[in-house]
């Protein structure tokens, strides 16, 4: 009923709501999309095997949106229609709390504490946001309750499913964020101290439940181990040095979360909860009971509640969203004092908060409530022609109601195929721009996060002479936004695959030709959303190497072409081919040794260097060697590895600088 309830009041919400999805939240229905679509559920895809699959998620585990794209097959591709995928998680959540209560004290414990997850505002907001907080949620909550029934079964002959079930709670929480590790890490590693210390059965059973957890997880982050590692550290280092986030070292830091909790679990069920912990801890005292430490489910749920409070603390990134995992705990802590205080009190609370939390949502929607952009609009005439044609659709403003990212979206719901792309902040784009690209959105008045150089790249296409005016529409704020598209009297649009052989073959100079082939490739993925310039490069280079085996362009186009598709294995294939045509470049054997790497096969990348490094010395092959030595287990490489990957990274940074 209270699932109900909630679902309930998020469609109304929905309804009255009718903001666009803003970066993020576009970025995940798209991911949704990605899924749906690689599963053969959703119109524009089909089942094209794993890896293809695994390529869809390089920096987010997949679970999340492989069910959020399976409830969009069922329910539908528009935003208020894809959120039925949270009320889902929602419902997941609201079980896991109401069970766990249920075990630590009783059924009205269980239901108490489903409610105040329902009336929390930082719940509330989410539930119909489309980020992937409310599946974290759900996850880590399963995750913990099943952990702390492991850790004390009630019968001996269950322990074996709850290790199995605990295991498989632990692999969806951390296949759908990485951040569940803050919730979830000192659980972990609590639970697997109580079972070594325990006998030999709860050893085996801890044994099989990690070996299932890594099973679970090691195929996408095989897959994916590089780019993930690259994402985290953008989404916590960089995004904590670029928003200027306090860090744990300063009391700012500490106390960042905490001024911010009442607002986030809500006044009333916050000060209510307190209220009656301090009520209960009275009549104890007036009862003059002993005083007891709490029995070992309790302390469970608080220590796992602390561990994860202080992990939190202590990221350096912050925001309000990172807390929701821990909001759920809270709710029971809280839902324990709301059932000591006096019935009558107890009721009055209970509607009190209700009535806070919908007339907190009522004033979010009137502050909120500003003219819709003309988005649809845009992508329906763009789409007019041939609405399934594959294109892409240069976007230069970036707000966070028109962007990109719904671009790409609404551009691609029911089976469409035009993607969103942005280009313009930086004045090196309008070359590319002018010689490749066929339809540009453009705007005048406020531009969102764009820098002030965007209206150099503005004047630039408008007074090119190759672009014409096609359409306007006028933003709700004020300003428009325009549609450029190509003369058909202009030159042809340059396409990259005529020159990406030569961009390839740098790659013989290392690191000095790294720069402009990826400074031109990533400016190219704007300008062509689809890569469509891939298939080409691909068909041209085998074509030439069926005529000449030994074709080094071509050789070197391969190759890169297997970087940019993670593609390791066959990326190491044709750098090795390239080795034996090139015995004294060292190049050729450090990608070689570095796409190894990236495949989790340490032992042939160390291989691979070392013979670099006896026939033509290099301080990166030499650095490349010793790193994969120690990863594929010979510690006794450490202390040169010390010395040799910094002098390996100074020489990198020496030749980009020249």
């Given at each position: 009923m209270l699932w109900l309830i909630s679902s309930g009041l998020d469609r109304l919400w929905l309804h009255l709501?009718?903001?666009?999805?803003?970066?993020?939240?576009?970025?995940?229905?798209?991911?949704?999309?990605?899924?749906?679509?690689?599963?053969?559920l959703i119109e524009g895809g089909s089942w094209q095997g794993w890896q293809a699959l695994l390529d869809l998620s390089p920096k987010i585990p997949p679970l999340a949106s492989l069910v959020n794209g399976s409830v969009i097959a069922i329910a539908g591709d528009a935003p208020d229609q894809a959120a039925w995928a949270l009320s889902l998680w929602f419902g997941l959540l609201l079980l896991a709390v109401a069970l766990w209560g249920r075990q630590l004290g009783g059924e009205a414990l269980g239901l108490m504490a489903a409610l105040l997850c329902c009336l929390m505002p930082l719940l509330a907001e989410l539930r119909v946001d489309?980020?992937?907080?409310?599946?974290?949620?759900?996850?880590?909550t399963w995750a913990l309750w099943l952990l702390g029934r492991w850790l004390q079964p009630q019968l001996k002959t269950a322990s074996w499913w709850q290790a199995l079930q605990a295991a498989v709670a632990v692999s969806a929480a951390l296949l759908i964020k990485q951040s569940a590790l803050l919730v979830l890490l000192p659980?972990?590693?609590?639970?697997?101290?109580?079972?070594?210390?325990?006998?030999?059965?709860?050893?085996?059973?801890?044994?099989?439940?990690?070996?299932?957890?890594l099973a679970l997880l090691l195929p996408w982050l095989q897959h994916n181990l590089i780019t993930t590692l690259g994402g985290t550290q953008r989404a916590t280092l960089e995004s904590a040095a670029r928003e200027g986030d306090p860090n744990a070292s300063s009391l700012a830091g500490w106390f960042w979360y905490p001024k911010r909790l009442p607002a986030l679990a809500g006044e009333l069920p916050l000060g209510g909860g307190i209220v009656g912990l301090v009520v209960a801890a009275w009549r104890r005292q007036k009862a003059k009971k002993a005083w007891h430490l709490p029995n070992q489910q309790w302390c469970w749920l608080l220590g796992s509640m602390a561990a994860g409070a202080l992990l939190t603390v202590l990221s350096p990134n912050k925001d309000p969203r990172y807390l929701a995992p821990l909001m759920p705990l809270l709710a029971i802590v809280l839902a324990r004092g709301w059932l000591a205080l006096p019935w009558p009190l107890l009721g009055l609370g209970i509607f009190a908060a209700s009535g806070f939390s919908l007339n907190a949502r009522a004033n979010a929607i009137e502050r909120q409530s500003t003219p819709a952009e003309p988005l649809e609009a845009i992508v329906r005439y763009v789409q007019a022609k041939n609405p399934n044609s594959a294109r892409t659709l240069i976007v230069v403003p970036s707000t966070g109601s028109f962007n990109q990212h719904n671009v790409s979206y609404f551009g691609r719901r029911a089976g469409a195929q035009l993607v969103g792309r942005q280009l313009g902040n930086n004045p090196a784009h309008i070359p590319a721009a002018?010689?490749?690209?066929?339809?540009?959105?453009?705007?005048?008045?406020?531009?969102?996060?764009?820098?002030?150089?965007?209206?150099?790249?503005?004047?630039?296409?408008?007074?090119?002479?190759?672009?014409?005016?096609?359409?306007?529409?006028?933003?709700?704020?004020?300003?428009?936004?325009?549609?450029?598209?190509?003369?058909q009297t202009a030159p042809k649009p340059l396409r990259f695959a005529?020159?990406?052989?030569?961009?390839?073959?740098g790659l013989a100079k290392g690191p000095q030709g790294l720069a402009p082939l990826f400074e031109a490739i990533g400016t190219q993925h704007q300008v062509d959303g689809h890569r469509s310039y891939q298939k080409t490069v691909r068909k041209q280079a085998l074509t030439q190497l069926r005529r000449d085996p030994n074709n080094q362009k071509a050789l070197w186009s391969m190759a890169l072409l297997g970087v940019l598709e993670n593609r390791a294995l066959e990326a190491e294939r044709w750098f090795a081919r390239l080795e034996q045509l090139n015995p004294k470049n060292p190049w050729p054997p450090a990608y070689r040794a570095a796409v190894l790497n990236?495949?989790?096969?340490?032992?042939?990348?160390?291989?691979?260097?070392?013979?670099?490094?006896?026939?033509?010395?290099?301080?990166?092959?030499?650095?490349?060697?010793?790193?994969?030595?120690?990863?594929?287990?010979?510690?006794?490489?450490?202390?040169?590895?010390?010395?040799s990957i910094p002098k390996a990274v100074q020489a990198v940074e020496q030749q980009l600088a020249n």
């Open positions: 709501d009718q903001r666009l999805p803003a970066w993020d939240q576009a970025d995940y229905l798209n991911s949704a999309l990605d899924h749906g679509r690689a599963l053969g489309f980020v992937l907080e409310i599946p974290v949620c759900a996850s880590c659980a972990l590693a609590w639970a697997s101290v109580s079972a070594l210390r325990q006998g030999r059965g709860r050893r085996l059973q801890l044994l099989a439940a990690m070996a299932l957890v002018l010689a490749s690209a066929e339809q540009m959105l453009l705007g005048t008045g406020y531009q969102g996060s764009v820098g002030a150089e965007v209206e150099i790249f503005n004047q630039a296409i408008r007074q090119s002479g190759i672009f014409k005016l096609q359409k306007s529409w006028p933003k709700p704020l004020g300003g428009n936004f325009e549609l450029w598209e190509r003369k005529a020159e990406f052989p030569e961009l390839a073959a990236a495949a989790w096969q340490p032992w042939r990348a160390k291989a691979v260097a070392d013979a670099g490094q006896m026939r033509s010395p290099n301080p990166v092959l030499k650095g490349l060697g010793d790193l994969s030595g120690v990863a594929a287990g010979e510690l006794w490489r450490l202390n040169q590895a010390r010395q």
